[in-house]
């Protein structure tokens, strides 16, 4: 089974502002990036850290960062079963 695109589009965003940024991305930048509400954001970065793809760093310049397996898997889509493989 392939990662849903919903799930793709948002680690990707957050991959690419990520790397442009060099910083945590918070979920009002994801938003406006891909052109979706907060709230969707929020609740997709929910279900990609249930999935060990994304971590929140709390505190003043807080925000999301891509987990080692969401680097992965935003460079390329692999199969949710392949995502629970040891490192």
């Known amino acids: 089974m392939d990662i849903p695109q ?5 680690l990707l965003a957050l991959v ?8 945590p991305v918070t ?3 994801i938003a406006e990036y891909v052109g979706k509400s907060d709230g969707t954001i929020r609740n997709v970065i929910s279900a990609l850290k249930a999935m060990g793809l994304v971590e929140a760093k709390t505190g003043p ?8 397996k969401g680097l992965e898997v935003a460079r390329g889509p692999v ?3 392949r995502l629970w493989e040891p490192l």
Do not use: A, C, F, H
Not at 16 to 23: A, G
Not at 61 to 68: A, E, I, L, S
């Open 6 to 10: 919903s799930l793709y589009e948002i």
């Open 27 to 29: 979920s009002v930048e």
């Open 79 to 81: 199969g949710l079963d």
């Open 16 to 23: 690419n502002l990520y790397t442009s940024l060099k910083r």
């Open 61 to 68: 310049g807080g925000g999301y960062v891509p987990t080692v």
